[in-house]
């Protein structure tokens, strides 16, 4: 399998939320000598929020983003808020994105 079939396997498999799959998949990169899956997530993870967000997003949109997505999914609610908007904070390149900005 080339690595460009593992990559699309791998953002399918994370879409239907198969991790094991994904697991299966990221041990299969790096055995073949490819140990970038975790900076390939990160960088799909961030191209996803950017294309999500507009460039005059709030804080506000970032909340309002979290609390949707986490109705969306079954045990989310689980999924620790504040790091979750951390992350995206983060992937939207905000500064001190490790803190809840004020409104």
């Known amino acids: ?26 041990n299969g990169l790096e055995k073949s000598g490819w140990g970038g899956g975790t ?22 949109d970032v909340t309002r983003f979290i609390a949707e997505t986490r109705t969306q999914f079954p045990g989310a609610e689980s999924l620790p808020t504040l790091e979750m908007e951390a992350l995206v904070r983060a992937a939207l390149g905000e500064i001190g994105a490790d803190r809840r900005p004020q409104p």
Do not use: E, K, Y
């Open 39 to 60: 900076q390939m997530i990160s960088a799909a993870f961030a191209i996803a929020v950017n294309d999500h967000s507009s460039s005059a997003h709030s804080s506000t």
């Open 1 to 26: 399998m080339s690595v460009r079939t593992a990559f699309s396997d791998l953002i399918r498999a994370m879409a239907r939320r198969d991790w094991g799959a994904v697991d299966q998949l990221l």
